[in-house]
């Protein structure tokens, strides 16, 4: 938001620079992103002083060139040539003296240098009218009053305004401070509260007077929930034509580009005031009647960029007996606005519901000056005060006479806000008393009205226009900005205490299980939760009908909440594989959102992505080891084995986002699904190279962290063997079912049993592979010898020979 320095100045007469303003109303919570200085003519015309022609003769070396002395209240006149057709002696001229940088019409700075012109000096440049940036002629120099003082500085013959705009970040909670009017205001509680003695001076509109009643427009608000309040009155006998340069200057220094004297004084008022109005070219009201009300979905509109806008059934339109005129609040209709043809209008000045202005400028991706405050909530008391003024400022600026009475329509009163402040409340969030006095008068600075007053606290009246401001805590934070956070004393002690925090909290376990698979060499990703409902059609487990759909969304690509986080991660893995970065591997915690027919539901996950190589290529390093299906596996069995959950069973994945995978359940609780990704939904994100994911049930993972038990016992004294068996079996038979007849048949002393080496090829028979298997045993207790290994090797052999009908090589 642009505020004027000079215009805010309208209303608190202070002497303090701009820099010193910026940083109190910074304080105040208006935080001055920036100070930009305005001229309305670029460089201020510094360097340019009148001159009186004391000689003028022809150039000796040029027919269209004349040299003329000027005198401009040095010791001596100065020599310039010059080439206007009108320049003759006793004329009073500008002349921009030597070293004065002027500007082209495009912006372009050029200095003026002393310089050789056909033989003959000169020492400076007479300007023509579009030289100084005053105007577009060059058909000669201008030449001025002759009651011009010599060596006078042109800026001040020519009154150039000089500002300084304040780039304001505004948050959106302070609705109130949408305007110089608001500015002012918190600037002057600040004041107040430097103890510097200044006054609001707000416009008068006691001269508003009906001259006549020839022209009457009924209004109808069909609609009165999305329109509470709306204003209009007529005007008659007016001239459109161009504003004059002082409101011109005051709307050019905020970024905005006058248009006519009519609708410049709309905008003007809206950016003084805050309150939003609208212009209507009477002539053009069919049955001299305004509607205000909602038109069926579909009906076709044409805004006054002449886009043909489809409205829907919801929008809130401004309509005369037989067509729209005006979408409500956004933006106005190419037909019925304000032309130089125009000699009566209707002004309209409203206070229409936030949500549905929000709504609609959403739909039609409008964002104006007036949906910017309609949709944050403006005074809802200002809104005839504002129409008064911005028709005494038309009738000022383009003549008239007030036709009719003022209609308001304002059936259901806004009612100010009650809120009950306790002294004690507010000295436990500020960390410090204030005293009561002093609260008593910001609050009172605010237009915070007080009501009543006790020991213990004060009952408050808080103006409609702060609707941000609605309970205590408000109050406090209120009290707290005019104060000043720079005034709030910081204590020398430190006060703490040690809370009782189990081991199992979430985010403890997350950091944990976070910092190991940072150590793996995986990258954390943290992406959007809003997505498209475009990815529910990727998986038959996945129901269009459970999105939970965003009420106001920003986009139809951020319309739902997501239902898996495996989408997100793969539109992460083709955003870097786009940019030349093929090798990844990440990670993700973050929650899932369904809407089941009993309730709506959120699941905490954790999810794995890993594609393309496993090492980056270097000399001492296997560049071509893929991050295929068994990498992930052992990742996602490292990730389970820190958490201490051990005990599991694996079955085929059933999930049909994987092309073949596994699937981790306990009972019948999933606990990881994990494998590589379909290519139907790989080609979906446009990536072509294989991928594998892994996706945690966190929240089973998370309660069955909480139930283990750690026991620690020492590390065995007695020494590990391990024994080697070479096994011929059948292609069917898998690691796992080697893994649980060795641990049935051993479960004291086995320890693990590793297999390390898979064989299939010539010298086996057909059907038939290889596993060469390691197996660790160990007594905690002594060490073991030959009979006892020999014996349970032989008691391994014998079930793998029985149940697999495993040989050994």
Request: aromatic share 8%; glycine share 8%; net charge neutral.
């Amino acid at each position: 938001m642009k505020i004027s320095y000079n215009w805010l100045k309208q209303f608190i007469n202070i002497d303090w620079t701009p820099e010193q303003t910026s940083a109190l109303l910074t304080d105040l919570g208006l935080e001055v992103e920036g100070l930009e200085k305005y001229q309305s003519v670029k460089g201020g015309l510094e360097g340019v002083v009148v001159g009186k022609v004391l000689t003028c003769t022809k150039h000796p070396n040029a027919d269209k060139l004349k040299i003329t002395t000027v005198d401009l209240g040095g010791e001596t006149p100065v020599q310039i040539v010059c080439g206007a057709p009108n320049v003759a002696v006793g004329q009073m001229v500008p002349v921009a003296t030597i070293g004065t940088t002027l500007y082209t019409n495009e912006g372009e700075a050029w200095t003026i240098k002393k310089g050789k012109i056909r033989g003959e000096e000169s020492h400076g440049m007479i300007c023509a009218e579009d030289e100084l940036g005053l105007g577009k002629s060059h058909d000669g120099i201008m030449v001025l009053e002759e009651t011009a003082k010599i060596g006078t500085p042109a800026a001040s013959i020519f009154d150039i305004e000089n500002d300084t705009v304040f780039e304001i970040g505004l948050t959106p909670n302070r609705a109130d401070a949408m305007s110089h009017y608001g500015t002012a205001r918190d600037l002057k509680a600040g004041l107040l509260q430097k103890e510097v003695k200044v006054e609001l001076i707000t416009p008068s509109v006691s001269a508003f007077n009906v001259e006549n009643r020839t022209l009457k427009i009924d209004v109808d608000v069909i609609n009165k929930e999305l329109a509470p309040r709306y204003c209009g009155v007529t005007i008659s006998g007016i001239k459109v034509s161009e504003s004059p340069n002082w409101l011109k200057h005051r709307l050019q220094a905020i970024g905005l580009s006058p248009i006519n004297n009519v609708v410049d004084a709309t905008n003007y008022v809206l950016h003084e005031l805050g309150q939003p109005l609208h212009a209507f070219d009477a002539s053009k009201i069919e049955g001299d009647k305004i509607e205000v009300k909602t038109l069926k979905k579909g009906t076709k509109f044409i805004t006054l960029d002449g886009i043909e806008r489809e409205l829907h059934e919801e929008d809130l339109m401004i309509c005369d007996a037989e067509k729209p005129m005006c979408i409500a609040g956004v933006f106005g209709g190419i037909d019925s606005g304000v032309t130089e043809k125009t000699r009566s209008i209707f002004l309209e000045s409203a206070y229409f519901n936030p949500v549905s202005v929000r709504k609609t400028a959403k739909r039609h991706g409008l964002n104006t000056d007036a949906s910017f405050r309609f949709e944050r909530g403006i005074d809802p008391n200002i809104t005839e005060y504002a129409l008064k003024r911005a028709a005494l400022l038309i009738q000022e600026l383009a003549g008239g006479d007030i036709t009719s009475d003022i209609v308001d329509i304002y059936p259901k009163k806004i009612e100010d806000f009650q809120v009950r402040l306790s002294f004690e409340n507010a000295k436990k969030i500020i960390g410090q008393e204030i005293s009561k006095e002093t609260i008593k008068s910001i609050l009172t600075s605010l237009d915070i009205k007080v009501n009543n007053v006790t020991e213990t606290g004060l009952g408050l009246t808080v103006p409609a226009f702060r609707n941000d401001v609605q309970r205590e805590a408000d109050i406090i934070e209120e009290i707290l900005r005019v104060y000043g956070y720079n005034n709030i004393n910081i204590s020398k002690k430190l006060n703490a205490s040690i809370s009782s925090m189990s081991r199992f909290e979430d985010f403890k376990v997350q950091n944990t299980i976070g910092n190991q698979l940072a150590g793996q060499g995986f990258f954390e990703i943290l992406s959007n939760s809003l997505t498209t409902p475009n990815y529910a059609a990727l998986s038959g487990q996945l129901k269009e009908a459970h999105n939970i759909e965003m009420l106001n969304p920003l986009s139809n690509d951020l319309s739902v909440m997501r239902q898996s986080l495996i989408f997100s991660g793969l539109e992460a893995i083709a955003y870097n594989i786009n940019r030349k970065r093929q090798d990844l591997k990440l990670f993700e915690f973050g929650k899932t959102y369904h809407n089941y027919s009993e309730d709506k539901t959120e699941q905490k996950h954790l999810t794995l992505f890993a594609t393309g190589n496993q090492n980056a290529e270097g000399w001492n390093s296997n560049a071509n080891q893929k991050n295929d299906f068994f990498f992930l596996k052992g990742i996602v069995y490292s990730v389970l084995e820190r958490l201490g959950i051990t005990r599991f069973n694996e079955t085929p994945i059933k999930n049909d986002l994987f092309s073949e995978g596994v699937s981790l359940n306990l009972g019948k609780t999933t606990l990881v699904n994990f494998g590589l990704v379909t290519k139907k939904v790989l080609k979906f994100f446009d990536v072509s190279q294989e991928v594998v994911c892994a996706d945690f049930n966190w929240d089973a993972i998370l309660n069955m962290v909480k139930h283990n038990k750690i026991t620690f016992k020492p590390i065995a004294k007695y020494p590990a063997v391990r024994r080697d068996f070479a096994l011929l079996l059948d292609k069917e038979v898998t690691f796992e079912s080697i893994y649980k007849i060795a641990k049935q048949t051993e479960k004291q002393l086995l320890k693990n049993v590793n297999l390390f080496d898979v064989y299939q090829g010539k010298n086996l028979p057909e059907g038939k592979k290889s596993y060469a298997v390691s197996f660790t045993l160990q007594d905690e207790n002594k060490t073991l010898n030959d009979k006892q290994i020999d014996k349970i090797m032989n008691k391994l052999q014998a079930n793998f020979e029985k149940q697999l009908g495993a040989e050994l090589r």
